[in-house]
Structures are given as structure tokens and as C-alpha cells.
């Protein structure tokens, strides 16, 4: 079945290290976003990212649709950036319809 | 811009009560979605609406809930009779074609 898969499920990291978070999707995809949940619940967009690169300050992304898997590179790591990271995909070439959530890798960045 | 809004924040009702959770998509946005996230079954789609009209309500759970969008500024998410079960946060987004953007969340407690 169509599937949304994510590693690792948790991470901690030392603040000031870099970490890599995967995710893997198991169809063409017309929509990926990258989403930080933040410890108060609030989904923050992060990339809008169905193929290429993007960088954002201390985060990138890199999705390569024809190899179906996408990256979130997070740099120097803070202790503001704990919570849960998600990748939501849209399947098929409608530029409307459902996102598909990853189950999401938890991170926690200690001081 | 204010993004999605959504009332109320914080819900706690008990068995057999009517909840309606109430969501304005971002100005000029023309797809509304309503997903909720439990710790069981992570974020999932219920149902959303394009230009007002549902598209897709394959996710609604039951019979128990409807949603409605009688307008492009406003939408309800309705559970009628609400069960324990039913406790989740329900999340609001809404999207002009590609980047979806969501709210804040309703956090739903049924006693």
C-alpha cells in the first residue's frame, strides 16, 4: 500500500551537533512538506520541497522524487529545535487532495 | 496574514454530548482540511473540502461525525454523540493548490 515511512523514529542529539532525518515514500509524489511539531502541539511549516533543494538559516532539505525519498538536514542543533519532524506526502499529479503524514522522528536536542 | 484559526483551543466534554469544532482557512485558500492526530494512529486525514464542496470524507470515522463548509471563510467539524474515544487533536489546514498551512489545533477531551 501506499506508505510514508520516517527514520530514525527518535534522535537525541548534543546541542550544537548535526543530524540527518530521512524519509522515504513508497509512490510518485506531486506535494512533500516537511513539518516541525513543536512541545505546544503547533505544526510549523518547514519546506515545500516535491523535488530539488531548499535552505532555510540552519536547515535544509533535499528531495529526490525519482529515487522516492526525501532529507531533512538540521545544522547545529539548538535545544528550540526538540519535537517531532513530519514528512507529508501527496500522492498522484491532482494538485489538490490529502497529505500523508510519516509517523515522524522525535528529536530531542540536550543542552 | 493570521493563518488558520480555529475555536475552541481546549474542549472537555462528556459521553453523548454534541462538539462542534470551528476552523477559518486562511484568506484566498480554496481547500480546507480536517485531520486529527492521536498517539495511536499519528495525523490523519477526516475530510476535505475543495471550493467548498467535500471531496474526499473517506477518513470520517462514523456516522457520528459530519463536517460542513457553507461558506469559503468558514468551516464545522460536528461529532454527535462524542465518545471517550473520540479524544484527539483535530487540526485544521488549508491550502490554494500546493503548500498546506494548519491551525493550531482543537484538543478534545471526551469524559
Known amino acids: 500500500g501506499i506508505q510514508v515511512e520516517q527514520s530514525p523514529p527518535d534522535l537525541i542529539l548534543q546541542e550544537g551537533a548535526n543530524s540527518t532525518l530521512r524519509c522515504n515514500f513508497s509512490?510518485?509524489?506531486?506535494?512533500l512538506q516537511w513539518f516541525h511539531q513543536n512541545p505546544w502541539g503547533q505544526l510549523i511549516n518547514l519546506f515545500y520541497i516535491p523535488s530539488g533543494t531548499k535552505q532555510n538559516g540552519r536547515l535544509s532539505a533535499t528531495t529526490v522524487a525519482t529515487e522516492r525519498y526525501s532529507l531533512l538536514y538540521i545544522s547545529s542543533s539548538q535545544t528550540t529545535d526538540s519535537g517531532v519532524y513530519f514528512c507529508a506526502v501527496r500522492f498522484g499529479s491532482s494538485n489538490t487532495g490529502k497529505l500523508i503524514f510519516g509517523q515522524g522522528t522525535t528529536l530531542q536536542v540536550k543542552p | 496574514d493570521a493563518g488558520v484559526i480555529q475555536s475552541p483551543r481546549h474542549e472537555v466534554t462528556e459521553m453523548g454530548q454534541e462538539v462542534t469544532l470551528r476552523c477559518k482557512p486562511i484568506?484566498?485558500?480554496?481547500?480546507l482540511f480536517w485531520y486529527r492526530q492521536t498517539m495511536m494512529r499519528g495525523l490523519e486525514l477526516l475530510i476535505y473540502f475543495n471550493n467548498n464542496v467535500p471531496i474526499d470524507d473517506s477518513g470520517m470515522p462514523e456516522d457520528r461525525f459530519s463536517a460542513k463548509m457553507p461558506n469559503a471563510s468558514f468551516s464545522t467539524l460536528k461529532i454527535q454523540p462524542s465518545e471517550p474515544r473520540d479524544s484527539a487533536v483535530y487540526f485544521c489546514?488549508?491550502?490554494?493548490?500546493?503548500?498546506?498551512?494548519f491551525g493550531p489545533g482543537t484538543r478534545l477531551t471526551v469524559l
Open positions: 509512490d510518485s509524489v506531486n506535494n
Open positions: 489546514a488549508s491550502s490554494r493548490g500546493n503548500e498546506q498551512f
Open positions: 484568506s484566498g485558500h480554496n481547500s
